[in-house]
């Protein structure tokens, strides 16, 4: 079984930075493709960034494009959410997600584990 605890969200004000941690344990980390998503109250979980196996691959919500990063430390076991100029829309609970497969996508379906998530609250 595969474990994943997220750190580091609270609270920001707009147009400021956060990054958010999910480390990882129970499977060797390099086998993990990654992700990030976000909830919302009311709303499925929204797709907002993933990484493959090995770092080299990433891919981005339209949302997130330009404002947002993701990357890994396997040797740490632990993939990273960088997120700039954040705005009130940012708002929710964001979740970080993994899957058996070489490389995410932007299908919640397509994740097997997940951790219980990390609430970031953006303030105007």
């Known amino acids: 079984q595969v474990q994943l605890v997220e750190s580091g969200g609270g609270l920001v004000q707009a147009g400021g930075s956060l990054r958010l941690s999910c480390e990882a344990s129970?499977?060797?980390?390099?086998?993990?493709?990654m992700g990030w998503f976000r909830r919302t109250p009311g709303k499925e979980r929204e797709f907002v960034a993933a990484?493959?196996?090995?770092?080299?691959?990433?891919l981005f919500a339209d949302r997130a494009k330009g404002r947002f990063s993701i990357s890994r430390d396997n040797a740490k076991n632990t993939v990273y959410l960088q997120m700039n100029s954040l705005k009130p829309e940012d708002t929710g609970v964001y979740l970080c997600?993994?899957?058996?497969?070489?490389?995410?996508?932007?299908?919640?379906?397509?994740?097997?584990?997940w951790g219980q998530g990390t609430q970031v609250t953006v303030s105007s």
């Open positions: 129970g499977r060797p980390f390099s086998t993990l493709a």
């Open positions: 997600t993994a899957t058996n497969r070489p490389m995410g996508d932007v299908n919640p379906e397509s994740y097997e584990f």
């Open positions: 990484v493959s196996w090995s770092g080299g691959t990433t």
